[in-house]
């Protein structure tokens, strides 16, 4: 790190959690990331399917495909102040189609750790006899 002024320092801060998802496709992997990412928000067993809401983008690199897909997801639940619970992902070439359902939070759904969002850090997407994993650090 470069030297400081007598006033400035750093301080350690551990504000990131690493998700992972599995799956036989890229896209199978890429909704279980999602998952993983929203069960830090909130338990996706306990978040009813009552409200649906549609991704679309377009994005030829896989690895930077997952962050917008993350990074939208958590956009969207924030704007319409819903948690989300499900998640699927599909794509023809560069254009992407996901959806994911949840409900409105309410009294009762657990809030866990909010995400801030998906980061360029620690981001893979690894393809090897039949299975895919994807790995992103998300901020918290």
């Not at 360029?120 to 393809?127: A, D, F, K, M, P």
Request: charged share 30%; net charge negative; glycine share 12%.
């Amino acid at each position: 790190m470069p030297p400081l002024d007598a006033g400035d320092d750093y301080f350690e801060h551990d504000a990131d959690i690493g998700v992972i998802g599995r799956g036989s496709t890229v896209e199978g992997a890429f909704a279980s990331a999602a998952r993983a990412m929203f069960a830090i928000q909130s338990a996706p067993e306990s978040v009813r399917s009552l409200v649906a809401i549609q991704i679309d983008f377009e994005e030829g690199d896989l690895e930077l495909a997952l962050v917008r897909w993350l990074n939208a997801l958590l956009c969207a639940s924030r704007e319409r102040g819903i948690a989300l619970g499900e998640f699927g992902i599909g794509r023809d070439g560069d254009r992407w189609r996901g959806w994911a359902r949840g409900e409105r939070w309410r009294e009762g759904l657990e809030r866990g750790t909010e995400v801030k969002g998906a980061t360029l850090t620690g981001l893979s997407v690894s393809r090897e006899a039949g299975k895919c994993e994807v790995r992103c650090v998300v901020d918290v």
